[in-house]
């Protein structure tokens, strides 16, 4: 039995296009291709591109993916592995949910009360599933801004940098609540915070346009980072990256 590339588009929410290209760069070639040019597909093929979705998920990139299903042997045993990985990222996942979920509820408790959120809980509570190497980690395709970062924190007190990290949790969610209003990602007061964000990368060197865009479209590509934002509210990584897109172009181009 075999399936058109259409239909394999369906059932899989891959584009045609997107799966004419997997088989271009040798990812993804189909069982046969008709005598009316088309390209169709058998079960083993279906499985082959259920492992490729699977490790795109887990933020591995085309080439990667190729070297790992080259080395595969055996396909249960290799469908073990990705199994135990999602079951690693899930686990991850839900806890920086539950880290941001209740810092959300902090924050709203201690803006009640007129007490420094630190007085509700535990400063270290809020760092659970966002540890600063877990933020080294994301910073992969920005080798020079890691170098940075690592620099920067090395001089700093645990004290210190806890209080970054929970600015920066607090502007997130700020952002959420701006769209979440509905608010434009070229609002002022939306690229206020976009300016504030660029001025404190700057402290380090200048960054160029193209770099700042590079770190709005990462909001949305690098996978770590989009977890961070979609955990506070769905969309808020395509925001965060529309806000940077639009600074730059008003205030850096």
């Known amino acids: 039995m075999g399936w058109s590339i259409a239909e394999v588009a369906r059932m899989?929410?891959?584009?045609?296009?997107?799966?004419?290209h997997y088989d271009e760069i040798g990812l993804l070639p189909p069982a046969r291709i008709g005598s009316n040019g088309h390209r169709y597909y058998e079960e083993r093929q279906l499985?082959?591109?259920?492992?490729?979705l699977v490790l795109r998920a887990l933020g591995l990139g085309l080439s990667e993916i190729g070297r790992v299903l080259?080395?595969?042997?055996?396909?249960?045993?290799?469908?073990?592995?990705?199994?135990?990985?999602?079951?690693?990222?899930?686990?991850?996942?839900?806890?920086l949910a539950r880290t941001v979920s209740h810092t959300i509820a902090e924050l709203e408790q201690s803006r009640k009360d007129g007490v420094p959120m630190t007085a509700i809980n535990r400063p270290e509570n809020l760092f659970e599933g966002v540890r600063p190497d877990q933020y080294q980690e994301s910073l992969r395709d920005f080798p020079a801004r890691a170098a940075e970062v690592e620099r920067s924190?090395?001089?700093?007190?645990?004290?210190?940098?806890?209080?970054?990290?929970?600015?920066r949790t607090a502007q997130m969610i700020q952002l959420a609540?701006?769209?979440?209003a509905g608010t434009p990602?070229?609002?002022?007061?939306?690229?206020a915070q976009?300016?504030?964000?660029?001025?404190?990368?700057?402290?380090?060197?200048?960054?160029?346009?193209e770099e700042y865009r590079a770190i709005g479209r990462a909001c949305v590509e690098n996978d770590?980072?989009?977890?961070?934002?979609?955990?506070?509210?769905?969309?808020?990584a395509e925001y965060q990256r529309a806000v940077i897109e639009a600074y730059v172009n008003t205030r850096l181009s």
Do not use: K, N
């Open 224 to 236: 770590q980072w989009r977890a961070a934002y979609e955990a506070i509210a769905p969309g808020l």
């Open 194 to 209: 976009a300016d504030a964000g660029y001025r404190a990368l700057c402290e380090f060197r200048t960054v160029a346009a």
């Open 153 to 167: 924190t090395s001089g700093m007190s645990q004290e210190e940098i806890e209080a970054g990290q929970r600015a």
């Open 47 to 52: 499985l082959r591109l259920q492992q490729l």
């Open 177 to 180: 609540e701006w769209m979440a």
């Open 12 to 20: 899989s929410g891959v584009t045609a296009r997107t799966l004419r």
């Open 70 to 95: 080259a080395a595969q042997v055996d396909e249960v045993e290799a469908l073990r592995g990705h199994h135990r990985r999602l079951l690693a990222e899930r686990d991850r996942l839900d806890a």
């Open 185 to 191: 990602a070229d609002a002022d007061p939306v690229q």
